[in-house]
């Protein structure tokens, strides 16, 4: 016996599941050229501030915002300059939280009951541009499945989360102001993303998750990375 005790796992958002993610989320958002530079972002659903770095590299000022007090805890350990606050987005008003030029919820939307509710209340405080990715339900219509998230600090804080289609949560951004929406042409190079769309109603299949991105903005926008909502896929046939 060598008396020395097992390796403790890696903090939450420090695992290898959730490196691989933020890593191609990372190298994704850089590839959507979007005007960044310099402007106020707030981080809804931070986690421990990870993608958050994407911003703050790029001169922007970020508030970032969890419902997890353990999570904005190790945000401000690993990043200490950095505004964050602890917001039940559910529940919370998010007016207090200030205007923002951009509002980027990446892995949140799905853990919501009500996602159309909570893009409302955030096209509220959002200037210019949404940015959000979210699992979803491979579906044509506009339709959301209610489900039972894990007990896990890194899922939903009511265990009651959702499974919105991609038709549903461009409904919810345009109903909310944010006229133009837009899926990027390629998606990030993560298996959750390269799923084929069967339009079969599934959110969960060959063992994963299935994730889109979506970014609708006030204004049109003119990058070539990006394709207007709905893409060719979910598209009436002209026949």
């Known amino acids: ?15 290898p599941f959730y490196e691989a993610i933020t890593e191609a989320r990372l190298a994704h958002l850089a590839t959507l050229e979007l005007p960044i530079e310099g402007r106020s972002v707030i981080d809804i659903g931070c986690g421990i501030g990870r993608l958050s770095e994407f911003f703050a590299e790029r001169r922007c000022e970020v508030l970032c915002v969890d419902g997890r007090q353990e999570n904005i805890s190790r945000l401000r350990e690993v990043y200490p300059g950095r ?24 892995g949140l939307l799905y853990h919501l009951a009500d996602p159309f509710a909570f893009i409302r209340r955030a096209a509220g405080i959002c200037r210019e541009t949404m940015l959000i990715e979210t699992c979803v339900v491979d ?5 959301v499945l209610l489900v039972e998230d894990p007990d896990d600090a890194t899922q939903a804080l009511s265990r009651i989360a959702s499974r919105p289609s991609p038709s549903f949560v ?12 837009y899926l990027p042409r390629e998606r990030p190079r993560h298996p959750d993303f390269q799923y084929r769309r069967l339009l079969d109603g599934s ?16 204004v049109p926008l003119s990058s070539t990375a990006l394709e207007p909502f709905p893409p060719s896929a979910l598209r009436p046939s002209s026949g």
Not at 139 to 143: D, N, R
Not at 170 to 181: M, Q
Not at 203 to 212: C, P, V
Request: hydrophobic fraction near 40%; aromatic fraction near 8%.
């Open 203 to 218: 959110y969960f299949r060959d063992g994963r998750a299935l994730r889109e991105v979506f970014v609708a903005s006030r």
């Open 83 to 106: 505004r964050a606050a602890v917001v039940d987005v559910e529940q919370d008003s998010l007016t207090e939280l200030g205007e923002h030029d951009i509002v980027f919820c990446y």
């Open 1 to 15: 016996m060598t008396g020395s005790a097992e390796a403790s796992p890696p903090p939450l958002f420090d695992q």
């Open 170 to 181: 461009s409904a919810a951004l345009r109903s909310s102001g944010l006229e133009h929406v």
């Open 139 to 143: 579906a044509l219509e506009e339709l």
